[in-house]
């Protein structure tokens, strides 16, 4: 891939894909699973990461069995904490073992998902713990950091491959939100952070992606314990009038923007733009 390429020239589609998603056990990183499988071209491998070896196998049957024999997909799980070194060397050792058993890829497609909302129910000044932050940052900003360098430096630019990266980001790494602090900090940290990768290794193509607010786990916990009322109330309102966003729906805008490949590298995407 050249930088210097218009939008026009980009490839499109997946092609031959090593394709990576944390926090693939459910929520946005499931669905994101579902909607790549059947895009993604024979021989792609789906690698899938979380802690829950349960959830996992349960994906792994059903993007199979969708695909079928004739399908040529192949996946790979992971069970890994990611908040530690340990979780992540894990990932890249067999990241580094797949590479020997697929071949090169034609394209590596890294999805950094795996996150948490933190402790919501404090604000700013209550933060006084730095072990408590620190914890925090380690999955929703070190990790996520670290193992998009590792893979990068494994697998390095050459003639016709594709680097993607995107980054799950939110309306949070935009605007700040009472009570949310270590979420929003962490969020726009990550935008930054993919930004400058953007800006360092121009032929990797780049997306901070905001999926929207979607009917998921972490919603279910910022209804319970966001402290702060008024952004509480906005949560509920959203999911009793039905506005909240199906992870398939954001999973295939999302899907559809890889294939395209028309973004500018490191910008900030909504589920709602245009
Ligand atoms: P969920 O809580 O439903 O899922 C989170 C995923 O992250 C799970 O698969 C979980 O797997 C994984 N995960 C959590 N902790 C770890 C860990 N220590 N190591 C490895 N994996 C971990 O969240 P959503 O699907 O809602 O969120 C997905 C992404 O979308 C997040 O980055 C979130 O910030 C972002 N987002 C979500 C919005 C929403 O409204 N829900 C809005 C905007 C952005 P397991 O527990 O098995 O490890």
């Known amino acids: 891939m050249d930088a210097g390429l218009g939008a026009a020239e980009r490839p499109r589609g997946l092609g031959k894909s090593l394709c990576v998603i944390t926090g693939a056990s459910r929520g946005l990183g499931r669905a994101l699973a579902v909607v790549l499988a059947p895009r993604l071209q024979p021989g792609s491998r789906l690698v899938l990461v ?146 400058v990768l953007a800006v360092e290794e121009p032929d990797v193509r780049v997306l901070n992606y905001a999926p929207g607010p979607l009917d998921t786990e972490m919603q279910q916990q910022a209804r319970c314990e966001t402290a702060d009322t008024e952004l509480r109330q906005s949560f509920i309102n959203l999911h009793q009038e039905g506005k909240l966003v199906d992870s398939n729906v954001s999973a295939t805008k999302l899907v559809n923007m890889l294939i395209l490949n028309e973004f500018q590298s490191g910008a900030h995407i909504d589920y709602y733009d245009q």
């Open 50 to 195: 979380a802690r829950s070896g349960r959830c996992l196998l349960e994906l792994e049957g059903q993007l199979l069995g969708a695909a079928g024999p004739a399908g040529g997909l192949r996946v790979s799980r992971v069970e890994a904490d990611l908040a530690g070194g340990e979780g992540l060397q894990r990932l890249l050792a067999e990241v580094s073992r797949l590479r020997e058993v697929d071949g090169a890829p034609d394209r590596l497609l890294l999805i950094n998902n795996a996150g948490t909302l933190g402790n919501v129910s404090k604000f700013v000044v209550d933060f006084t713990e730095p072990a408590e932050v620190n914890s925090y940052l380690a999955l929703n900003f070190t990790s996520p950091m670290c193992l998009t360098a590792s893979l990068l430096k494994a697998f390095p630019k050459r003639e016709n491959f594709l680097r993607m990266v995107v980054n799950i980001s939110s309306l949070c790494a935009l605007q700040p939100h009472k009570s949310w602090a270590l979420y929003c900090a962490a969020k726009a940290a990550r935008d930054m952070l993919f930004s």
